[in-house]
């Protein structure tokens, strides 16, 4: 995916897009008291309970940590959610960008990348984000 089409993300907030590539890292917060890191990021940190929070990135690299397979609704296909655990502990849930017979293993690199939802009923087609294997990158 070159710059220029980029998806719009539907979480600004939440994510940027790393060093100029396709591949995103998700703003989070870290609390200078204890160190933890959570996502998306808050003002007290759920640990020590400390205000004193900053700032900071997670990604686009990650671990996966564990994830389950949701069942179709009508003729549509399974969905895929999952964590990754990231440097410095912080553990997040997404979409996982794969196929039901593709899923990485625990352990396994990840990596934090667009992820389109479908159209649905009432609803737009939106973007947000996904974790996907690592050597799945450009393919």
């Excluded at 539907?10 to 959570?38: K, N």
């Excluded at 020590?48 to 564990?66: H, I, K, M, Q």
């Excluded at 039901?100 to 159209?119: M, N, Q, R, W």
């Amino acid at each position: 995916m070159s710059p220029d089409q980029r998806p719009d993300l539907i979480i600004a907030e939440w994510m940027e897009y790393a060093g100029g590539s396709e591949l995103l890292r998700l703003l989070a917060s870290r609390c200078e008291d204890c160190e933890t890191r959570v996502f998306p990021r808050a003002a007290t940190c759920p640990s020590c309970s400390g205000r004193n929070t900053v700032d900071t990135a997670l990604g686009p690299d990650a671990e996966f940590y564990s994830f389950t397979v949701m069942p179709a609704r009508g003729d549509g296909e399974p969905t895929v959610v999952g964590q990754a655990r990231f440097e410095g502990g912080a553990v997040v849930r997404g979409y996982i960008d794969a196929d039901e017979d593709a899923i990485p293993s625990i352990g396994e690199a990840v990596e934090v990348v667009p992820f389109v939802l479908p159209a649905a009923g009432d609803l737009e087609a939106a973007t947000t984000f996904a974790f996907r294997r690592k050597e799945q990158a450009g393919a």
